[in-house]
């Protein structure tokens, strides 16, 4: 896709987008929708992404390509106004995708399970493969 203006920038627009939402912090909650949101978070927010994402479920599932479009628009906007009230920035998202990029999903999936393993492993009290402890 491009605009008048040359070929859109996906990275650019989900900077400007963080930027403005950024920018809402703290804003009047009347007269920024933003704003209101901010300013309720992040319960209003959490609600957002999951009404948002129920629709985008029920856009799929009725196959309209111009819904899935809107709705998906929707979901990603409030998952930005998420990022911005945690402190976090598309940018790092974006980052993560790549760090995936050419990782078998399945690969993915067993590794983040092995290192939920490992970690439960070394918490406090924790019984594992390899424990010094006896059962009581």
């Given amino acids: 896709m491009s605009s008048a203006a040359g070929p859109m920038d996906p990275d650019a627009v989900l900077r400007r987008l963080a930027d403005i ?5 703290g804003g009047d909650p009347e007269r920024s929708y933003v704003a209101r949101l901010l300013a309720r978070a992040p319960d209003a927010i959490l609600k ?3 009404e948002e994402a129920t629709e985008t ?3 799929a599932k009725d196959g309209d390509a111009a819904r899935i479009i809107a709705e998906t628009a929707d979901l990603w906007f409030h998952s930005l106004v998420m990022l911005s009230h945690f402190g976090l920035r598309p940018e790092q998202v974006l ?16 590794l983040r ?24």
């Fill in 57 to 59: 479920v029920m856009a």
């Fill in 113 to 136: 399970k092995a290192r939920a393993r490992d970690d439960e492993e070394h918490l406090p009290g924790a019984r594992g493969p390899g424990s010094d402890r006896e059962a009581t």
């Fill in 95 to 110: 980052a993560e995708l790549e760090r995936r990029a050419g990782t078998s999903g399945l690969e993915e999936k067993a």
């Fill in 21 to 25: 939402i950024d920018a809402r912090h």
């Fill in 48 to 50: 957002k992404i999951g």
